[in-house]
């Protein structure tokens, strides 16, 4: 079905059930969708709906449903991996004027939102009762709720306080054809098939979320952050492993390398030691004895694993601003390079320094530059792979950079994606880590839910063809057979 | 000792033959869970033989266990190590397996504190009804890579395939556990354990029992010592404390012994139920346990007006088990098992009626 057949019929028929101003056709209208974080996708919807009311949703699903068209959903549209790229012949559903926060229960310690609301707005409104909502992805000022459920978003704190997925209690929403549906709950555990947790991380694929409840919990009263140079990657890995064989876990635990650090000091001053192969930052949080107690033992133990300078936070300022730089390792990617290419693979902790030194040999080879910041505690790698996308043939290397950073993980026994998604972007990927049986799989899961295959058609899953093209490409030594064809 | 790869071989013929012959295939550890799910059908295939703590790294967190290995086996070499299984799975019988332990998802004392069962699943090998070997999730905390099977697998009660092989998040043991006991109703030990979930507390454990609430702390040792101060009542002898909340997770304090045995699931701060008898409130007053209740249908009823389920753990159920599902729910599960084990080899009707 060409996509100029089917606009005039679906914006037809959703105006027939929706206020007017919640449809949008004109093409400069339906343009700021048009991609998401991973911004070398684009793709432009052929309408945009705006929905406020959870009834505006099921009209919307049900209206598609009928039609056969594709329906992608978008929360904030920060998410790096193409999750929320339209589709050419289908709808884009934007939560964004479904963004209040329904209910905050301190008794319960849970709030009820609607999937629009920013991650960090549920803390924001939880504050007041010394609760929060964990999850911390570095996009926490813009993200949606929604989009993480859709993402099993994670963040800095995910050792300690967990993903997503630990931290939602129940989802309201509708399947593909406009059938309420409600999982978990405020009462745990309930009978069946565990299908929140199927749902949480499922990309958009199998249900349209329109409510969620999530966990809320008591925001520790101290926190201090550790921050130490290491002469060599692998002593920082080995640092990591130290800490978590002592019994403790810190709230949270990050490593980034010279070239991330030389990245971000300049743009945070937070006074990061640019001799260090490696610096670590380990955070302790609790009642202020305990943090005093943990603070005292991270130091013992990060001095005995060969560390070099130390530095604790002194304030809430010092720590907040030694945590900056970290947060800030993206845009001062940006800063540096006039495109940048962030990788998120997992692997096993024990073999960051041998990853870090398969990438270095890989930026020679692939003559272009790479970062690394890394979530050391639980093993969620990011690469930052910088290059430009005006000179020919340079992100197709990039690209060609960064899949072979993550066959590399799952070489090692981890995965593609830790946090950021397959979407669009890692499906090639995904043929390298799962066999045809399990990739079988998950179409099946997904024509348990959506048997016409509407809800965010193309993503996350690779066709047997497609695997079969991405090896056909493989056994080519890694090199493109048209490196200069743009391939999206 | 480790199995070998012959014990896989084997499954996947009886897998096929139970699927040629139309005899569906009852899946069986230790068998401590025989009484639990809606009833049991097949033919029993011993999952024991398939055996080994596969790969144990402490620093990395994580433990690879095959499903017929025993959770004493795998909790006293994670004792080893400082270590501990946070969701305290019950072990209701002798020694259950760990397959079993997965399949069956349920959790102990901790649950509210720590996590449940599927927290800590982070990964899984499925033999299917096609005989094939599938992998799913990994060894590493964040992994978002395709749908989260393994997660699904988790207290499926095996009616999707074997579960062969599980990677469970493990942490370290607290370094400093105690108990508190204060002369509480019920009414007031689930107001105050909602009161004190909501302060930055290292609680991992609350339960009431016949007019005691029973408060456990685990952490930094100055950690619990600030929370001691705060919610006072008597310290439990380490003993006695030990014996309360072991009987509490393997399900053998006195009110287990009843013949009737009724499980309410509900929002935490719910109050009191209007039901007959006294509860035994576990996970902070989320879980509820009565003894002997007169009438299923009311209790079902009365869990459900409160945003709850109600499960008949032991004894005659009234209708089903498990709480139903609504409609939309059922399907759903109807079409994954449809797609997952179209010939109805694995435990059917062993979690939902007729499925």
Same mark, same amino acid.
Request: charged fraction near 20%; include cysteine.
């Given at each position: 079905?060409?996509?100029?057949?089917?606009?005039?019929?679906?914006?037809?028929?959703?105006?027939?059930?929706?206020?007017?101003?919640?449809?949008?056709?004109?093409?400069?209208?339906?343009?700021?969708?048009?991609?998401?974080?991973?911004?070398?996708?684009?793709?432009?919807?052929?309408?945009?709906?705006?929905?406020?009311?959870?009834?505006?949703?099921?009209?919307?699903?049900?209206?598609?449903?009928?039609?056969?068209?594709?329906?992608?959903?978008?929360?904030?549209?920060?998410?790096?991996?193409?999750?929320?790229?339209?589709?050419?012949?289908?709808?884009?559903?934007?939560?964004?004027?479904?963004?209040?926060?329904?209910?905050?229960?301190?008794?319960?310690?849970?709030?009820?939102?609607?999937?629009?609301?920013?991650?960090?707005?549920?803390?924001?409104?939880?504050?007041?009762?010394?609760?929060?909502?964990?999850?911390?992805?570095?996009?926490?000022?813009?993200?949606?709720?929604?989009?993480?459920?859709?993402?099993?978003?994670?963040?800095?704190?995910?050792?300690?306080?967990?993903?997503?997925?630990?931290?939602?209690?129940?989802?309201?929403?509708?399947?593909?054809?406009?059938?309420?549906?409600?999982?978990?709950?405020?009462?745990?555990?309930?009978?069946?098939?565990?299908?929140?947790?199927?749902?949480?991380?499922?990309?958009?694929?199998?249900?349209?979320?329109?409510?969620?409840?999530?966990?809320?919990?008591?925001?520790?009263?101290?926190?201090?952050?550790?921050?130490?140079?290491?002469?060599?990657?692998?002593?920082?890995?080995?640092?990591?492993?130290?800490?978590?064989?002592?019994?403790?876990?810190?709230?949270?635990?990050?490593?980034?390398?010279?070239?991330?650090?030389?990245?971000?000091?300049?743009?945070?001053?937070?006074?990061?030691?640019?001799?260090?192969?490696?610096?670590?930052?380990?955070?302790?949080?609790?009642?202020?004895?305990?943090?005093?107690?943990?603070?005292?033992?991270?130091?013992?133990?990060?001095?005995?694993?060969?560390?070099?300078?130390?530095?604790?936070?002194?304030?809430?300022?010092?720590?907040?601003?030694?945590?900056?730089?970290?947060?800030?390792?993206?845009?001062?990617?940006?800063?540096?390079?006039?495109?940048?290419?962030?990788?998120?693979?997992?692997?096993?902790?024990?073999?960051?320094?041998?990853?870090?030194?398969?990438?270095?040999?890989?930026?020679?080879?692939?003559?272009?530059?790479?970062?690394?910041?890394?979530?050391?505690?639980?093993?969620?790698?990011?690469?930052?792979?910088?290059?430009?996308?005006?000179?020919?043939?340079?992100?197709?290397?990039?690209?060609?950079?960064?899949?072979?950073?993550?066959?590399?993980?799952?070489?090692?026994?981890?995965?593609?994606?830790?946090?950021?998604?397959?979407?669009?972007?890692?499906?090639?990927?995904?043929?390298?880590?799962?066999?045809?049986?399990?990739?079988?799989?998950?179409?099946?899961?997904?024509?348990?839910?959506?048997?016409?295959?509407?809800?965010?058609?193309?993503?996350?899953?690779?066709?047997?063809?497609?695997?079969?093209?991405?090896?056909?490409?493989?056994?080519?030594?890694?090199?493109?057979?048209?490196?200069?064809?743009?391939?999206? | 000792?480790?199995?070998?790869?012959?014990? !896989?071989? =084997?499954? #996947?013929?009886?897998? /096929?033959? %139970? @699927? $040629?012959?139309? &005899?569906?295939?009852?899946?069986?550890?230790?068998?401590?869970?025989?009484?639990?799910?809606?009833?049991?059908?097949?033919?029993?295939?011993?999952?024991?033989?398939?055996?080994?703590?596969?790969?144990?790294?402490?620093?990395?967190?994580?433990?690879?266990?095959?499903?017929?290995?025993?959770?004493?086996?795998?909790?006293?070499?994670?004792?080893?190590?400082?270590?501990?299984?946070?969701?305290?799975?019950?072990?209701?019988?002798?020694?259950?397996?760990?397959?079993?332990?997965?399949?069956?998802? !349920?959790? =102990?004392? #901790?649950?509210?504190? /720590?996590? %449940? @069962? $599927?927290?800590? &699943?982070?990964?899984?090998?499925?033999?299917?009804?096609?005989?094939?070997?599938?992998?799913?999730?990994?060894?590493?905390?964040?992994?978002?890579?395709?749908?989260?099977?393994?997660?699904?697998?988790?207290?499926?009660?095996?009616?999707?395939?074997?579960?062969?092989?599980?990677?469970?998040?493990?942490?370290?043991?607290?370094?400093?556990?105690?108990?508190?006991?204060?002369?509480?109703?019920?009414?007031?030990?689930?107001?105050?354990?909602?009161?004190?979930?909501?302060?930055?507390?290292?609680?991992?454990?609350?339960?009431?029992?016949?007019?005691?609430?029973?408060? $456990?702390?685990?952490?930094?040792?100055?950690?619990?010592?600030?929370?001691?101060?705060?919610?006072?009542?008597?310290?439990?002898?380490?003993?006695?404390?030990?014996?309360?909340?072991?009987?509490?997770?393997?399900?053998?304090?006195?009110?287990?012994?009843?013949?009737?045995?009724?499980?309410?699931?509900?929002?935490?701060?719910?109050?009191?139920?209007?039901?007959?008898?006294?509860?035994?409130?576990?996970?902070?007053?989320?879980?509820?346990?009565?003894?002997?209740?007169?009438?299923?249908?009311?209790?079902?009823?009365?869990?459900?007006?409160?945003?709850?389920?109600?499960?008949?753990? $032991?004894?005659?159920?009234?209708?089903?088990?498990?709480?139903?599902?609504?409609?939309?729910?059922?399907?759903?599960?109807?079409?994954?098992?449809?797609?997952?084990?179209?010939?109805?080899?694995?435990?059917?009707?062993?979690?939902?009626?007729?499925?």
């Amino acid at each position: 079905m060409a996509a100029s057949e089917v606009i005039p019929d679906i914006a037809t028929a959703l105006r027939a059930v929706l206020p007017a101003e919640c449809v949008l056709e004109r093409a400069e209208e339906r343009r700021p969708y048009e991609c998401d974080g991973l911004t070398a996708f684009r793709e432009l919807p052929a309408v945009v709906v705006l929905p406020r009311s959870d009834e505006e949703v099921r009209e919307t699903l049900r209206t598609c449903h009928r039609l056969r068209v594709p329906l992608v959903a978008r929360g904030s549209g920060t998410g790096l991996s193409g999750g929320a790229t339209p589709h050419p012949a289908g709808v884009l559903l934007s939560c964004a004027r479904m963004s209040r926060v329904l209910e905050v229960d301190p008794v319960s310690r849970i709030a009820r939102l609607e999937p629009g609301v920013p991650n960090l707005k549920v803390s924001e409104a939880a504050a007041g009762f010394g609760l929060y909502y964990a999850p911390d992805p570095s996009s926490q000022v813009a993200c949606s709720i929604g989009g993480n459920v859709a993402e099993n978003s994670g963040g800095v704190h995910c050792l300690k306080y967990g993903l997503t997925i630990h931290n939602v209690l129940g989802l309201r929403g509708y399947t593909v054809d406009g059938t309420r549906i409600e999982l978990g709950g405020l009462a745990p555990d309930g009978p069946g098939l565990d299908m929140l947790a199927l749902t949480i991380g499922s990309e958009g694929l199998l249900l349209i979320v329109t409510e969620v409840t999530v966990k809320l919990i008591p925001r520790p009263p101290c926190a201090q952050l550790v921050m130490a140079s290491f002469a060599d990657v692998q002593s920082a890995g080995n640092a990591v492993a130290a800490i978590i064989a002592t019994g403790i876990i810190p709230a949270a635990l990050e490593m980034m390398d010279r070239k991330a650090s030389a990245a971000v000091e300049p743009f945070v001053h937070a006074g990061y030691d640019l001799e260090a192969a490696a610096i670590l930052l380990v955070e302790a949080d609790g009642t202020p004895e305990e943090v005093r107690e943990q603070v005292e033992e991270i130091e013992a133990v990060l001095r005995a694993a060969g560390a070099g300078a130390l530095r604790v936070s002194g304030s809430e300022a010092e720590r907040l601003l030694l945590w900056s730089g970290r947060k800030n390792a993206f845009p001062a990617a940006g800063r540096l390079s006039p495109d940048y290419y962030c990788m998120d693979g997992t692997i096993p902790r024990k073999h960051v320094g041998q990853v870090l030194e398969a990438i270095g040999q890989m930026e020679e080879r692939y003559g272009l530059r790479c970062m690394n910041v890394f979530h050391a505690g639980d093993g969620n790698l990011h690469p930052v792979i910088l290059f430009d996308a005006n000179e020919p043939g340079c992100w197709q290397r990039a690209d060609r950079f960064g899949a072979e950073i993550l066959e590399l993980c799952v070489a090692l026994g981890g995965t593609i994606t830790g946090e950021h998604g397959v979407g669009l972007e890692k499906l090639n990927s995904m043929c390298v880590q799962f066999s045809p049986g399990e990739r079988a799989a998950f179409f099946a899961v997904k024509e348990a839910f959506d048997p016409a295959g509407l809800l965010n058609p193309g993503k996350l899953i690779p066709t047997l063809a497609r695997c079969a093209e991405y090896g056909r490409m493989h056994v080519h030594g890694g090199a493109l057979p048209h490196p200069d064809l743009p391939r999206f | 000792m480790m199995a070998d790869e012959s014990v !896989l071989e =084997g499954w #996947r013929e009886r897998i /096929a033959d %139970a @699927a $040629r012959a139309g &005899v569906p295939l009852r899946l069986r550890g230790a068998g401590t869970k025989d009484f639990y799910g809606e009833g049991l059908a097949g033919e029993v295939l011993d999952l024991r033989a398939w055996r080994g703590i596969v790969d144990y790294e402490p620093s990395e967190l994580v433990i690879t266990v095959r499903c017929g290995t025993s959770l004493s086996e795998v909790e006293a070499a994670l004792a080893a190590r400082g270590q501990l299984l946070a969701f305290e799975p019950p072990a209701l019988g002798a020694d259950p397996s760990l397959g079993g332990v997965v399949a069956a998802g !349920l959790s =102990g004392p #901790r649950r509210m504190f /720590a996590g %449940a @069962a $599927r927290d800590f &699943v982070l990964g899984t090998r499925l033999l299917t009804a096609q005989g094939e070997l599938l992998r799913f999730g990994g060894q590493v905390m964040k992994n978002v890579a395709g749908f989260d099977v393994s997660r699904l697998l988790c207290g499926s009660l095996g009616i999707l395939g074997v579960i062969t092989e599980v990677s469970l998040k493990v942490l370290p043991r607290p370094r400093l556990e105690e108990t508190l006991c204060l002369e509480l109703s019920a009414a007031e030990a689930v107001a105050a354990f909602n009161r004190w979930a909501g302060l930055p507390l290292p609680l991992s454990g609350a339960a009431w029992s016949q007019g005691r609430a029973w408060v $456990r702390l685990s952490g930094a040792p100055a950690a619990v010592r600030a929370a001691r101060e705060q919610i006072g009542g008597d310290p439990a002898a380490a003993a006695v404390a030990a014996g309360f909340w072991s009987a509490l997770r393997h399900c053998q304090l006195p009110l287990f012994a009843a013949e009737g045995i009724w499980r309410l699931s509900l929002p935490p701060a719910t109050p009191p139920l209007a039901l007959p008898g006294e509860p035994l409130i576990d996970w902070g007053g989320a879980l509820r346990w009565y003894a002997n209740p007169p009438d299923g249908v009311a209790v079902r009823a009365v869990a459900e007006r409160a945003g709850g389920t109600a499960q008949c753990w $032991r004894g005659a159920p009234t209708g089903t088990r498990f709480h139903p599902l609504p409609s939309a729910l059922a399907t759903l599960h109807r079409r994954l098992k449809e797609r997952f084990d179209p010939r109805g080899v694995f435990n059917p009707g062993r979690l939902i009626h007729g499925l």
